[in-house]
């Protein structure tokens, strides 16, 4: 019990976060307002230092009376905010009477009292709460119990009316310290696990730098309850949560080397007091004096070195007095009572234990009472006077039963508090009762022991030889797998590089098929001609599908594709779909449907690539997979959307073949389907749904499925992007169907591969009537044409021998011009080619093969033009053909005639001929319901429409063929009254001049 007394060295930490050097909380809140900051800016500012420094004596004064002057000069009456006026009145007593609390309890108690009055008049129940906090500070300070327990419950009443949870961390662990001057550690624990539960929930920095110090504090209740393998514990997370913070440790080395004195280890201790003396610079805390004076002074005298006990004894009684704080100075002046007994230095040690001990008795310290009362006996028992000796061993004897009655009450509180404290305690005594058999054996069976000892020392050879060996295998396993490691990135690199250049090699051929297959198409063929291009127009597409999936997987897996943020259209997006797929959904007879919600925001920020991309590839299964039915695309705006952010819900539902619910989770791997036999009956490779999901989750989302086998299945997601203004979108340029221009251009065309200009020519001349095309084979060549003529437009490819496209563009755009529009040319799909020439100074791209159309289209766009169709009329002053009120599409007339004019209007005349009879036998057909002479002549029909321009009515006449596929219905009679209606406002006569 002798340790008892020096413990209120190492007491709770008085302010909540602990931190004596450099701290950037504080620095934070110091720092000067902006000029010209108002009065309120300035008291708030005040105000958050002060709270944050609470109980600091160097710094705390000093705000105090600037927020004092402050209030006297600029606030009282002249805010305008009552409210605001008094927290401030009441707020200066209490900051004042905290400077003062360990200097001059009495003045702060005072002072206290007065912000007390000022909360309570004003109805400030979260002031009220922290002035009871100070008043049971101040009753600690002064030793006095009963005054503690009168304002403890009040302030924990009141405590739930402090709503910052930094103020309310405050209240709690002052309240644990003033708990722990009183013995109350059950209360005081619970206070500080508050704290640390305040400290998870909201971990601000200034919370954070509180959580070393209430660390140390639980360490340091568990020290007074004698259980040292806890206190050494917490004081443990204290450093590493002191280190985190980079804070000041000293206090908490300080309470570590107590658990290592307690132990007996005095040199260790002694070791880290030491450590605490070098590095000690600036003002120190009462702790901290303690521990490098007194402190190490009990270690010397334990040690038996009393020449430097018995100094370091002096200069502690010299630096805490037992003015400044009882407990602290009572101690001093016992350890130099000790050192003197113990140098024979009877009469001084003596007078400064008679001191020591009346200062215990007065301050309430029974600990300090044993203690000196057990010193004062052994000084007179020396001296022979043996009725004092009796006389103080009496009082020791008196006082320790006060001690093993409280220590008893103490643990039984805290046995409450933490109920595994007893089942801890017997399990260490089940250790010992073990040991002490385990010994008694060993003396049985000596022998016995000593073949099990030289047993136990083969064996750890034997596993120390087996640790080296696994050492030296586990090294060479970890070359294995660092060589392996190596072997996959440059494997990485590689197939990066070889889907490039493949991506090259394979779209280049590519383009040159796809491209002469269109041509071809839209020339004059028969009927077996066309079927077979057709089929090499679908293969090729096909091949051009499976090509972008397998890249967009690669690119995916790399983590290489990031989302733009552009605006753009929703519902536009989903429209583009919905066209691409229409002809595919019409060949199959589906009703391919798009639903855009009322609420859906016309314009917003992503990536309209990548959501068409997505939607493309649901919708396109959805097709694909179904047979008879629909397919529907919605868009649906939800309503739980953040302030400008629009959360869309996108679906696709289709009456396909539905998928089984064991195969609805793999049916997002990649090369997978839902079953062996699918992929036969509706080809695909198992791409587009993973590609689709990755795309999705690279927002932050994912897809949904429900399906039920033969019914139908339904895919969606939730996006939440931000939303913009419609103004952002960019200017959509709608050319006629027929992408058909008459307006006079000059092109410059640069590829190095002949067959690409070729066709890129062939395109520009089906859709561009006027178009003068210049070739170039290279960058350079494209730079000596520009010096010497001004285009309308360049088409640059990428890859070209000499000078590429990026080469040249940047060229152009630095020394020529700023202002052409550039499109790229690629057969690279590599976001790092394309994003390359785009920084480069490109306005589009293209990517080979591509379309005729998609070419038209991107010009019109770049160039905004505006399409127009070939029309059948006659003008005022020039003959020619003539059309009615209706407006005809004569481009595959035109090309099929190689422009002759008097062709033309011999087919148009043979057409104005034959379509009235095929216009009766639908009529006789309706009268007799007859669906079989109807498919018969909607068949016949529909490519006499098409050769004549008549696309509408073509697809009107497609329908009817359908219709009349299945039983009477009375649509079809109602579809042919309209198939005639548009057909005679569109009756044609052939004039000449």
């Not at 024979?344 to 600990?367: M, P, S, V």
């Not at 889907?499 to 004059?524: W, Y």
């Not at 036999?677 to 490779?685: I, L, N, Y």
């Not at 990755?694 to 086998?709: A, F, H, K, M, R």
Request: charged share 25%.
């Amino acid at each position: 019990m002798k340790w008892l007394v020096i413990l209120c060295l190492f007491g709770l930490l008085p302010r909540f976060p602990a931190a004596q050097n450099p701290d950037p909380v504080l620095d934070s809140l110091k720092r000067p307002l902006p000029a010209g900051a108002g009065v309120r800016a300035q008291a708030e500012r005040l105000e958050s230092i002060l709270y944050y420094t609470l109980d600091d004596q160097y710094d705390l004064p000093v705000y105090s009376r600037q927020l004092d002057s402050l209030f006297h000069c600029c606030i009282r009456g002249k805010t305008g905010d009552i409210k605001f006026e008094r927290r401030v009145e009441g707020e200066i007593p209490m900051f004042r009477g905290t400077s003062l609390l360990y200097k001059d309890p009495e003045n702060a108690k005072s002072l206290f009292e007065s912000a007390l009055g000022k909360f309570s008049a004003y109805g400030d129940s979260a002031g009220l709460a922290m002035a009871y906090m100070y008043l049971g500070s101040v009753a600690s300070a002064m030793g006095d119990s009963l005054a503690f327990a009168a304002v403890y419950p009040k302030a924990m009443a009141l405590s739930g009316h402090v709503k910052d949870p930094y103020l309310l961390a405050t209240l709690y662990n002052n309240l644990g310290v003033s708990c722990f001057d009183f013995g109350r550690f059950a209360e005081s624990a619970a206070l500080g696990f508050r704290v640390l539960d305040l400290i998870d929930q909201h971990p601000t920095p200034a919370m954070l730098e509180g959580k070393a110090g209430v660390l140390t504090n639980i360490g340091a209740i568990y020290t007074r309850l004698g259980d040292n393998q806890n206190a050494r514990a917490f004081a443990q997370k204290a450093l590493v949560a002191a280190e985190i913070r980079h804070q000041d440790m000293t206090e908490i080395r300080a309470q570590l080397a107590w658990t290592l004195f307690v132990d007996k280890e005095y040199s260790k201790a002694l070791e880290i007091y030491e450590t605490i003396q070098k590095t000690l610079n600036g003002p120190q805390s009462l702790n901290t004096l303690a521990a490098t004076t007194y402190a190490m002074a009990l270690c010397y005298r334990k040690l038996g070195n009393l020449q430097k006990a018995l100094p370091l004894a002096r200069k502690g009684v010299e630096v805490l007095t037992i003015g400044s704080h009882a407990s602290f100075g009572s101690a001093a002046l016992l350890e130099l009572a000790n050192c003197e007994f113990e140098a024979n230095i009877k009469d001084q040690a003596l007078r400064h234990a008679l001191l020591a001990c009346q200062t215990f008795a007065k301050a309430k310290n029974n600990g300090g009472v044993v203690e000196s009362s057990e010193l004062l006996a052994a000084i007179y028992k020396s001296k022979g006077n043996y009725r004092k000796a009796l006389e103080y061993s009496e009082l020791r004897y008196k006082y320790q039963q006060q001690i093993e009655r409280q220590q008893s009450t103490r643990q039984l509180a805290f046995g409450e508090f933490t109920r595994d404290a007893a089942a801890e305690k017997a399990r260490r005594d089940a250790e010992v009762q073990a040991q002490l058999i385990q010994q008694r054996n060993i003396r049985y069976a000596l022998f016995a022991c000593l073949a099990v000892l030289a047993l136990l020392a083969l064996l750890l050879y034997s596993r120390y030889s087996f640790k080296q060996r696994s050492a030296e295998q586990l090294e060479a396993k970890n070359r294995e797998v660092e060589a392996a490691r190596a072997r996959a990135e440059q494997s990485e690199a590689f197939k990066s590089r070889f889907l490039a250049n493949m991506s090259h090699e394979i779209r280049t051929p590519l383009h040159g098929i796809a491209g002469f297959t269109g041509l071809l198409l839209d020339t004059s063929l028969s009927e077996k001609q066309r079927r077979w291009l057709s089929s090499i127009q679908h293969s090729t597409d096909r091949l051009g599908e499976v090509v972008n999936d397998i890249l967009d997987l690669s690119k995916l897996e790399a983590g290489e594709i990031k989302l733009r943020q552009v605006p753009f259209s929703p519902a536009r997006v989903a429209a583009d779909v919905r066209e691409a797929l229409a002809l595919r959904a019409e060949n199959k007879g589906i009703d391919l449907m798009m639903n855009v919600g009322e609420n859906v925001p016309e314009a917003l920020l992503g990536d309209p690539t990548r959501l068409y991309q997505i939607l493309m590839n649901l919708a396109g299964n959805a097709v694909k997979f179904t047979e008879t039915g629909f397919v529907q695309l919605s868009i649906t705006a939800l309503p739980a959307s953040a302030n400008g952010y629009c959360s869309l819900l996108f679906s696709v539902k289709d009456s396909g073949i539905g998928i089984p619910a064991d195969k609805q989770s793999t049916v997002f791997e990649s090369f997978r389907q839902a079953s062996d036999d699918t992929t036969a009956r509706f080809g695909g490779t198992g791409l587009g749904l993973s590609i689709a999901r990755e795309l999705v989750q690279l927002y932050g989302s994912d897809i949904q499925v429900e399906s039920v086998p033969d019914e139908g299945s339904a895919f969606s997601f939730t996006l939440i992007l931000p939303q913009t203004d419609a103004r952002y979108l960019d200017v959509e340029v709608k050319p006629a169907d027929a992408l058909h221009f008459n307006q006079p251009l000059k092109i410059l065309l640069a590829d190095d591969n002949p067959l690409n200009r070729e066709i890129a020519a062939e395109a520009l001349h089906r859709h561009f009537d006027q178009a003068e095309i210049t070739e170039a084979a290279n960058g350079r060549e494209v730079l000596e044409y520009m010096k010497r003529q001004i285009y309308d437009l360049v088409l640059m490819d990428i890859q070209m021998p000499e000078m590429s496209g990026v080469e040249a563009t940047r060229f152009i755009r630095e020394n020529i011009s700023a202002g052409i529009p550039i499109i790229a040319l690629t057969a690279s799909a590599m976001p790092e080619e394309i994003e390359n020439a785009l920084s480069a100074g490109m306005n589009r791209h293209l990517i080979k093969p591509f379309k005729p159309q998609e070419l038209a289209h991107t010009i019109a766009e770049m160039l905004t033009l505006q399409g127009n169709r070939a029309t059948l009329r006659t003008d005022a002053d020039s003959g020619g053909l003539k059309g009615g009120p209706g407006l005809i599409d004569l481009s595959f007339l035109r090309d099929f005639c190689d422009g002759d004019e008097a062709q033309m209007r011999h087919f148009i005349q043979i057409f104005l001929d034959q379509y009235p009879l095929e216009i009766n036998h639908l009529d006789k057909a309706i009268q007799e319901k007859d669906v079989e002479t109807i498919f018969q002549v909607a068949h016949r029909f529909r490519p006499q429409l098409e050769f004549v321009g008549l696309k509408e009515e073509a697809t009107l006449v497609a329908e009817i063929g359908r219709q009349a596929k299945g039983v009477w219905d009375h649509q079809i009679e109602s579809d042919i009254r309209n198939l005639k209606a548009r057909l005679h406002n569109k009756s044609f006569t052939l004039e000449t001049k």
